[in-house]
């Protein structure tokens, strides 16, 4: 007999699995592969929370977090977007609040639509729920359409999640793009999960939300990428009332609350001027895309920190092993798509890793 549920064979970390075994073999690589900041927290930051600790709060906050977090982040969306956030609860990070509001709304059989390529999580946690996710094809532009969603909605279809910006691709969309989707929502009643984590590092066109434009709209965002705080473990959701609740239920007897001196910390990260950072991605991004025109034809990434290239000879996972041979860490584009074309680069490094990776993979195109 075996001890394992049978969900756990809904999740496929093969591939991942693979490029890591292969990567175990790497010394000092050109690592072009992590989601995470180059950058430490904010000192600012860092003060509040060593404070905030040695003043005493170590303890459980209110499962749906501190009241001044949960109001500093709605008065964040009212700055930025022109729109407060309502319901607003703290979670464990985006990762925490996108398996609390998965579990909150998905029955078996329900359908769940996402743009391909889509961030690894949304299709497991779906398959995994029991679930369908339904990978809509942004392919060869990695934008989602209106049109393209419409022709995948069926009668079990009960959510859309939008990421913009997105991982892997960095593509984003504009208040026009999203106000299509929103109305294409609002037609058929669906919910629309919209994943802001990378809302703020946007490189061209003005920032985006979907908040506002449609009443059945849960946001998720929070603190790991603008603010480096990977493993601090905040985020924050909203949406509708009845939602909200049921998803701090769910958090009361799994994540419980989000860490409470970070919480207080992340107050702080909330009023910090970002722009500088945002500047030296730019920096990066276009670093990246110029090295990597010629050879790879790349879609010029708009937002978070990753481009998705095509990969020479079309077999993503052959080149990625190819790219390991030759001590450069890049991920295949099959861990998140129904493809295996592309491959992921995160530019989230330093410009001398950036510039060492680049001409490597060139070199690399040319031979093959």
Known sequence: MSFIAQRMSQIDASGIRKVFALAAKMTNPINLSIGQPDYDVDELVKERAVERIRAGFNSYTQTWGIEELREACSDYYQKRFGVPLDNVMITSGVSGGLFLALMATIDPGDEVLCADPYFV????????????????????????KAGAIEAAITEKTKV???????????????????????????????????????????????????????????????????????????????????????????????????????????????????????????????????????????????????????APGGDGMKFVEKAIENNVLIIPGNVFSERNTHFRISFAAPNETLEKGIEVLNRLASEM
Request: with cysteine; charged share 20%; glycine share 6%.
């Open 121 to 144: 999580m949304y299709k497991h946690l779906v398959n995994l729920l029991g679930g369908k996710a339904v990978p809509v094809d942004t392919y060869p532009d990695f934008h989602l």
């Open 160 to 310: 859309i999640i939008v990421n913009a910006p997105a991982n892997p691709t960095g593509v984003t969309m504009t208040r026009e793009e999203l106000q299509a989707v929103a109305d294409i929502a609002k037609k058929h009643n669906l919910l629309v999960l919209s994943d802001e984590i990378y809302e703020q590092l946007q490189y061209d066109d003005p920032p985006a939300t979907i908040v506002g434009m449609y009443d059945n709209v849960l946001l998720l965002n929070g603190f790991s990428k603008m603010s480096a705080m990977t493993g601090w473990r905040v985020g924050y959701a909203a949406g509708p009332e009845e939602i909200i609740h049921e998803m701090n239920t769910l958090q009361q007897y799994t994540f419980v609350c989000a860490p409470s001196f970070a919480q207080h910390a992340a107050v702080v990260a909330l009023q910090l001027d970002h722009s500088p950072k945002v500047a030296a991605y730019r920096v990066k991004r276009d670093l990246i895309y110029e090295g990597l025109r010629e050879k790879f034809n790349p879609v010029k990434p708009g937002g978070a920190f990753y481009i998705f290239p095509l």
